[in-house]
């Protein structure tokens, strides 16, 4: 059952009057309740472009009616329902409820903690009180900083800035995570227990990830890669099921 499904997608991004970059070109997509996957292509393909629409921080473009080529309208369907022209406070609802998110540069709030960083999603939500600081809490130690919770950014390592990060897109439990480019910037022990913690929650909780991903390490740990190039997909892989790398347990420090 797909949870997440795009028809006809596109994006063009106005550089300056004369400029423009078509980073999608007619997109379709189809990921399963469930599934573990990557979105891989070279720089300029548009998978950022793609995961930012999947995860409604951009809308796609509508359909101008000028050209033959451009197809009918663009859907994207969450677990069925067509938000490819919902509001911006729709779409800020759904993100915050049903959805969570992982960068390469962790962006988290340096002036904060680590649990103040996870509260922010609550608070995101609607979720307050000891309500909130429970699911927080929680949320830590589920990736092991269960003791790292009053620390800021500046006193953690790389690898436990991306952990805060996946306890902050985890803390809502929500259906679908997003993640970025998240091991971009952790070396491979640190970006192989990032790549357990995402298998973890997978199987254990159901949740759908997606991954992009320009590191094959990361493809070969996922259910299905998914490989772009020039604003279309150009291979939709495998559907789960089929054999896979299995990921090699890695402990995660307490």
């Known amino acids: 059952m797909a949870i997440l499904e795009g028809r006809n997608l596109r994006k063009t991004y106005r550089l300056s009057r004369n400029n423009t970059v078509e980073a999608l070109k007619g997109v379709e997509i189809s990921i399963d309740k469930g599934e573990m996957v990557a979105i891989m292509g070279p720089s300029g393909s548009g998978k950022s472009t793609l995961m930012h629409i999947l995860g409604l921080l951009h809308a796609p473009d509508p359909v101008s009616g000028n050209s033959l080529s451009d197809g009918p309208a663009p859907e994207l369907r969450l677990a069925g329902e067509n938000v490819a022209a919902l509001s911006d406070n729709a779409r800020t609802r759904i993100r915050a409820r049903r959805m969570g998110f992982v960068f390469q540069d962790f962006n988290l709030v340096p002036t904060l903690t680590a649990l103040e960083n996870v509260l922010l999603a609550c608070d995101y939500a609607g979720i307050k009180g000891k309500v909130a600081k429970d699911a927080a809490v929680e949320a830590l130690g589920l990736v092991g900083l269960a003791d790292r919770g009053g620390h800021k950014p500046s006193e953690l390592s790389g ?19 997003l993640a970025d480019e998240p091991t971009g910037n952790l070396d491979s022990d640190r970006s192989a227990e990032v ?60």
Do not use: W, Y
């Open 195 to 254: 790549l357990a913690l995402f298998r973890q929650f997978n199987r254990e909780h159901g949740q759908t990830i997606v991954l992009v991903t320009h590191d094959s390490e990361v493809g070969e740990a996922c259910d299905r890669v998914i490989k772009m190039r020039d604003g279309r997909i150009r291979d939709a892989g495998q559907r789960a099921g089929t054999p896979v790398m299995a990921i090699p347990a890695v402990a995660v420090p307490a």
């Open 159 to 177: 690898g436990e800035q991306q952990r805060v990060a996946i306890a902050r897109a985890l803390v809502n439990k929500p259906e679908i995570i």
